[in-house]
């Protein structure tokens, strides 16, 4: 692949500074080019906890960006665009959570990646799409809260019948827009298709969707079917990987506006400022550091 300046620049600074550079299957297709690891999130917390480089450069959203640093608290952590940042991370507070689980016995707080570092500490244990199901079955306790994302919640909640959920409202902007009406329109022009979505995507669009998983369940989903035409409901990023590992097939995405504005803030020139400059690094408290930790551990163990 012919590498343009900017990429080579990357590459050199690589080498330079002992880094690796870890990127989000959401974020532009030059930016994953110059990744030595790209995954969905539960691929890059385990690669996080693992690398040996002194420098990790996270191309991905905040929430990415520190659970590397708490999986791996010696290691320098930048994350190239400071304000990359996930809503629906902020989307339930530590004291919702603390009052729930004060109201109730037998309560696991479930919570998926995709929230901060404080929210990780108060929970018994972090999943993503890729584990959560697993995860949940194997938890002793019989009631599970689950934050923060809702669609999500319910998607895991339907493959779990023996425990009671609980949910909180949390949701993903660039998924839980997507609606039935749009799967109408898209099977319209692509009468062919399969649909592949993501759980962040609302009921009725799973309902309706010939498979719904992890980022990494979709693309091996799409590798493993004769089908050449497929409609994409989840991050345009996406989009990127699927065409590359799959030339002789087609896909579309459900909606033209499917695109997370966060995990396209990462870009070259900021890549390489970051480098440079070792700056924006994400820094954490040691205690909060100590608190999030147990939970994300417990999810790589329960997940081997
Ligand atoms: O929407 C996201 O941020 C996802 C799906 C992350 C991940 O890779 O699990
Ligand atoms: Fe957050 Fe949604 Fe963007 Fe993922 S796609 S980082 S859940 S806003």
């Given at each position: 692949m012919q590498m343009n300046e900017k990429q080579l620049r990357i590459l050199k600074l690589k080498k330079e500074m002992d880094a690796v550079v870890l990127a989000h299957y959401y974020v532009t297709g030059d930016v994953q080019e110059v990744a030595d690891y790209v995954g969905d999130s539960f691929y890059l917390s385990r690669v996080a906890s693992r690398v040996q480089a002194k420098t990790i450069v996270m191309c991905g959203v905040r929430f990415m960006a520190e659970s590397a640093k708490i999986l791996s608290p010696e290691k320098n952590v930048l994350l190239p665009a400071a304000d990359a940042d996930c809503p629906m991370a902020h989307m339930v507070t530590a004291g919702q959570v603390r009052r729930v689980r004060a109201q109730h016995e037998d309560l696991a707080v479930v919570c998926y990646v995709n929230s901060t570092a404080e929210l990780k500490g108060e929970s018994d244990v972090c999943v993503t799409s890729a584990n959560a199901v697993q995860i949940v079955r194997a938890?002793?306790?019989?009631q599970i809260y689950f934050i923060p994302d809702e669609n999500l919640g319910r998607f895991i909640a339907a493959q779990v019948p023996e425990k009671q959920f609980l949910f909180h409202q949390g949701f993903c902007p660039t998924h839980a827009f997507l609606s039935a009406e749009d799967v109408k329109a898209a099977r319209r022009a692509h009468p062919d298709a399969l649909l592949l979505v993501h759980p962040e995507c609302r009921p009725e669009v799973v309902e309706l969707a010939n498979y719904a998983g992890s980022t990494a369940g979709i693309l091996r989903f799409a590798r493993e079917s004769r089908a050449k035409t497929f409609l994409i409901g989840t991050e345009h990023g996406v989009l990127y990987d699927l065409a590359k590992e799959n030339p002789d097939k087609c896909f579309y995405p459900l909606h033209p506006k499917q695109i997370c504005p966060n995990m396209k803030r990462i870009t070259l020139e900021k890549v390489i400022r970051a480098m440079e400059s070792g700056f924006p690094s994400v820094f954490l408290e040691e205690e909060e550091i100590q608190r999030a930790r147990r939970p994300l551990q417990r999810m790589l163990e329960l997940s081997k």
């Open positions: 938890l002793p306790n019989r």
